[in-house]
Nanobody
Framework: QVQVVESGGGLVQAGGSLRLSCTATGLTFGNYAMGWFRQAPGKEREVLSCIHWNSITTYYTDSVKGRFTISRDNAVNTVYLQMNGLKPEDTAMYYC?????????????????WGQGTQVTVSS
């Protein structure tokens, strides 16, 4: 049974940092691309960043490029999202997904394994 669990969200002031973690079990982690997504109230879920199973190839959406960094540790089945320079518009529920395809996108909603999300709130 595949389980995906996110952690590390919280309340932070604008300009601050958070590090999200996501651990996936019940699958061969090294065979899966991992993606970070977010969804704000009233908005569609959007892809933020993805990392290939090779741990080298990455993608960032323009709004987080230069502020967020994705990484993974295949030895502990975990992907991370280091978020710096947080802005109030980054406030959302953040989700992690595992999928055997790369690159990642919202099609992961149909094909991927998802966690329950972790809330990130950035105050101004």
């Amino acid at each position: 049974q595949v389980q995906v669990v996110e952690s590390g969200g919280g309340l932070v002031q604008a300009g601050g940092s958070l590090r999200l973690s996501c651990t996936a079990t019940g699958l061969t982690f090294g065979n899966y691309a991992m993606g970070w997504f977010r969804q704000a109230p009233g908005k569609e879920r959007e892809v933020l960043s993805c990392i290939h199973w090779n741990s080298i190839t990455t993608y960032y959406t323009d709004s987080v490029k230069g502020r967020f960094t994705i990484s993974r540790d295949n030895a502990v089945n975990t992907v991370y999202l280091q978020m710096n320079g947080l802005k109030p518009e980054d406030t959302a529920m953040y989700y992690c997904a595992a999928d055997p395809s790369y690159p990642c996108g919202t099609w992961y909603l149909k094909t991927g394994h998802w966690g329950q999300g972790t809330q990130v709130t950035v105050s101004s």
